[in-house]
Nanobody, 125 residues
Framework: QVQLEESGGGSVQAGGSLRLSCVAS????????LGWFRQVPGKAREAVAA????????YYADSLRGRFTISQEIAARTVHLEMSNLQPEDTAVYYC??????????????????WGQGTQVTVSS
């Protein structure tokens, strides 16, 4: 059973930074992608970033590239999302997600994707 445990959400002022972490268990870590989506109430879920467990290839939403950085600790089965220069529009629930390929992030194709419970990020102006 796939389990994704997120941590690191919270409140920060505009211009600040936060680090989210996601510990994955219950499946073979290799040959999968692990990453993040975010969602604001009333809006569609938005892909943020993802990383391949195989070779470290990454995906970033174009609008977030340069401010957000995804990394992984393979031995710890953990993915991190470093978020810098946060702005109020970054306020959302951030969900860790695991999928067999990057299609979930690139094409919003969610079949077979597993989700964490989500962690709130609030950025005040």
């Amino acid at each position: 059973q796939v389990q994704l445990e997120e941590s690191g959400g919270g409140s920060v002022q505009a211009g600040g930074s936060l680090r989210l972490s996601c510990v994955a268990s219950g499946y073979t870590y290799e040959n999968n992608w692990l990453g993040w989506f975010r969602q604001v109430p009333g809006k569609a879920r938005e892909a943020v970033a993802a990383i391949s467990a195989n070779d470290g290839s990454t995906y970033y939403a174009d609008s977030l590239r340069g401010r957000f950085t995804i990394s992984q600790e393979i031995a710890a089965r953990t993915v991190h999302l470093e978020m810098s220069n946060l702005q109020p529009e970054d306020t959302a629930v951030y969900y860790c997600a695991q999928g067999a390929h990057a299609r979930a992030w690139r094409e919003n194709y969610y079949r077979g994707v597993f989700w964490g419970q989500g962690t709130q990020v609030t950025v005040s102006s």
